[in-house]
């Protein structure tokens, strides 16, 4: 197998590859790309066929591959690195606090994105938790409402339980996808702004 060092070698080296200018967080298998998030929305909200493409967090430990199963907290990992994972951890992780990824479509917003990708936010009054943490008597569609025009969300994980101590992913990388979720939000804000001045029009205008 390979030696710890080059694993570290390749998650620094796992940058977008539409900007080549941030970190990838998730990953389009019809693109084959590593995508930063704010590039995810560009890519996949150009038109309805794209829209339709579906993503996942990018596996934490080699970076070049879709995640498909979130062991722990919010550790996500490819199926290659999932079976390497299992060989070496000692004692092995328990079944119940794994999760299957399957995957989102179209257009999420900030804060499903931030339940998509296990880190918890606060958007003004509403709170945003992991899809897969408490309370487990909502059903996703009820917490989880498309808000843009690409609909078609789905919820990214599927589990029979969720852990009941629920913690961030720690590291550079939960960094950036806060920074990366703080960029989205600000451009969301900036667009709503147009759209509500633009009826407007030169109608102002002598």
Do not use: M
């Amino acid at each position: 197998g390979e030696e710890p060092g080059a694993v570290a070698v390749g998650a620094l080296a796992a940058e977008c590859y539409f900007c080549a200018g941030a970190p990838a967080v998730v990953y389009c298998r019809a693109d084959a790309a590593g995508l930063c998030l704010p590039c995810d929305r560009h890519v996949h909200g150009a038109n309805t066929v794209s829209c339709r493409h579906a993503r996942a967090p990018l596996c934490a430990v080699c970076r070049v591959a879709a995640a498909t199963v979130r062991r722990g907290a919010a550790r996500f990992l490819c199926s290659n690195c999932d079976f390497e994972v299992e060989q070496l951890t000692e004692p092995p992780v328990l079944l119940h606090d794994c999760g299957t990824v399957e995957g989102y479509t179209g257009c999420p917003s900030v804060g499903e994105l931030a339940a998509i990708l296990g880190v918890a936010v606060r958007d003004g009054d509403k709170v945003w938790w992991p899809v897969w943490e408490e309370p487990q008597v909502l059903a996703f569609d009820d917490v989880i409402v498309p808000t843009t025009a690409c609909h078609g969300l789905q919820p990214v994980l599927t589990s029979s339980s969720s852990p009941k101590n629920w913690s961030a992913p720690c590291g550079e990388l939960d960094g950036e996808v806060l920074r990366q979720l703080g960029e989205l939000a600000k451009s969301e804000e900036a667009a709503a702004y147009v759209e509500d001045a633009e009826p407007a029009g030169g109608d102002q205008l002598p």
